[in-house]
């Protein structure tokens, strides 16, 4: 066993010491705490503490108060410190207050030593209330990065496992789409990673001090109060902000191999998309088309109307002005065309209309024909005109010598092509209503295939017309009601967006025709038919007042991070 070496510093010879005389600074046992100790004049007086207690707090502010009455100056070492001066922030004693501080603010050094004394607690507490903070922070941090680093990796093996299946002439395509992909994710992993290190520098720095000021409360040197209290900033860091919110990597592989180069598909970041403006039209008609022209100047048509109107989106209103009524005229689909005109289609109609100026009273011309048949949706883009086309007939039920079909135009009116079979001699398309092109010259087309119920699909085309892939509504948007599309915009990063007025929502489709999310009634989207991107890159949706709680007409406009 381990013997006890300290002995009583009264009588030498107890090896049993259980005391300690803080103003003798001696150690007694017990007989001679009661025998001798007591019967030593002023004794009466000193402070004799329980070893086993000597190094608690309280133990370390009694010594510590008993110390400021034996406190050695630190330039003149003869003398002990008897004031404090509050200029200079050092103890003094007789000499120093002599020799330079007469005239400088002094007080007690019991009073500043209390003042400090509270000060460090206040500011101990202080530090205990951030830390949690911090502790919180970090951990919000690390979630979302262990999350999207899950993501990554995800995609990553996915991409890898589809090389070893193509096995030919991937290689190359591979380094490309994980370059992609690092270039979507090592930004973010970096930003997160130096809001974790300035996370953790704050709070390492903060349990320092608390530290710090701990250990000083376990001092039993009153001088450790002040020089604690002199190297200790009383400034709490400011708290970071965390600027950072959980986005999804997606990845969206190509669908159809067959006269496409690409095998992979791409990567892209879910888009983030808000509701920023909602604006009543002064009409009941719905609003059934919309473009923007370059000179910003908006133009709208109404569901069955012939009516083509300007309008203005302020306070909360959708006001509007008549620039072109034509009687004869019932507005089926319409397309900003090169030299800020717009081209119409008309209800039953094989003509193709134009509209080159959009003041009060301005005259619709005829642009071109493609009789015999009527033409459907339309779209131009610099170079063609995309025309939608379906016989004189019926719509349904479609006839073994029904022709439905895009025709491709250019701007003097000639005929370039034809889109209306595939590969296997197999009809493209029933009734193209709505048309557009992506960045990467995809033509993207409404195909209405049934009146009764309403139903329809996308279908897209590669630049030539092979067929890419088809669209058909999703199982968690289309439980309820069959996929009802009316209008399609692509965005200036190939999404793909599809307004289906009776799922109340708007599809957002990848390149390669998977869905990436949607727009719905969480959203505060109600019967939306109509689609347009403005100038601003602002994603505008004509809804319909039929069927709403409102029953309001309304446009809304929303802010698409995508």
């Given amino acids: 066993m381990a013997q006890n070496l300290m002995v009583c510093q009264f009588c030498e010879t107890s090896n049993e010491p259980k005391y300690k005389c803080v103003n003798c600074d001696l150690i007694l046992c017990e007989g001679c705490k009661i025998k001798i100790h007591t019967k030593i004049k002023k004794t009466e007086v000193h402070q004799v503490l329980d070893l086993k207690e000597f190094s608690n707090l309280g133990a370390s502010e009694t010594i510590r108060h008993l110390d400021l009455k034996d406190i050695q100056c630190s330039i003149h070492n003869t003398e002990q410190c008897i004031i404090y001066c509050e200029d200079c922030k050092v103890l003094l004693c007789a000499v120093c207050l002599l020799e330079s501080h007469q005239a400088h603010t002094l007080a007690k050094i019991a009073e500043v030593y209390h003042k400090k004394v509270k000060e460090l607690q206040e500011l101990e507490n202080k530090i205990h209330q951030e830390l949690p903070f911090y502790a919180d922070l970090e951990k919000e941090l690390k979630k979302i990065k262990t999350v999207e680093n899950d993501q990554y990796n995800e995609i990553k093996q996915r991409i890898l496992k589809k090389e070893s299946e193509l096995k030919e002439n991937i290689t190359k395509q591979r380094e490309n789409l994980i370059t992609e992909l690092d270039k979507l994710w090592k930004p973010r992993e970096e930003e997160m990673s130096r809001q974790l290190k300035d996370t953790a520098v704050k709070s390492d720095a903060l349990r320092r001090n608390k530290a710090q000021i701990e250990e000083t409360f376990q001092s039993h040197n009153a001088t450790a109060i002040f020089t604690a209290s002199g190297k200790l900033n009383n400034d709490l860091p400011t708290r970071p902000v965390n600027t950072i919110s959980e986005q999804k990597i997606l990845f969206s592989e190509t669908r159809n191999l067959e006269n496409t180069k690409e095998v992979f598909g791409s990567v892209l970041i879910g ?175 409404i195909d209405n295939t049934n009146n009764y119920p309403l139903e329809g699909r996308v279908v897209v085309l590669g630049k030539y017309g092979n067929l890419k892939w088809t669209y058909n509504g999703h199982p968690s948007i289309n439980s309820k009601n069959n996929f009802n599309p009316y209008d399609i915009v692509t965005t200036s990063k190939g999404l793909i967006l599809v307004s289906d007025r009776n799922s109340n929502a708007v599809h957002m489709l990848s390149m390669e025709g998977f869905l990436v999310t949607c727009l719905n009634e969480s959203h505060g989207i109600e019967k939306p038919m109509c689609l347009n991107i403005d100038q601003k890159g602002q994603l505008q949706i004509g809804c319909s007042g039929r069927g709403t709680k409102s029953g309001l007409c309304k446009i809304l406009i929303v802010d698409m991070s995508c």
């Fill in 271 to 445: 888009p983030e998309c808000k509701i920023t403006g909602s604006f009543t039209l002064d009409t009941e008609d719905d609003v059934y088309r919309i473009q923007t022209l370059e000179n910003k100047t908006n133009i709208l048509c109404l569901y069955n109307k012939s009516t083509i109107k300007s309008f203005e989106l302020k306070d909360s209103k959708c006001i509007t002005t008549s620039i072109a009524n034509d009687t004869e005229v019932d507005v089926l689909d319409m397309t900003k065309a090169k030299d800020n005109k717009l081209l119409l289609t008309i209800v039953g109609s094989s003509e193709i209309k134009c509209l080159s100026s959009f003041t009060p009273n301005s005259k619709i011309e005829t642009f071109t024909s493609i009789s015999p048949l009527n033409a459907k949706g339309i779209h131009a883009t610099n170079k063609i005109i995309l025309i939608g086309f379906k016989d004189a007939g019926a719509y349904f039920p479609l006839q073994e010598e029904s022709r439905r079909g895009i025709l491709v135009y250019d701007y003097n009116c000639r005929h370039i092509r034809t889109y209306e079979y595939d590969t296997n001699n197999q009809r493209l398309f029933t009734s193209p209503d709505a048309i557009t092109t992506n960045i990467n010259e995809d033509i993207c087309v």
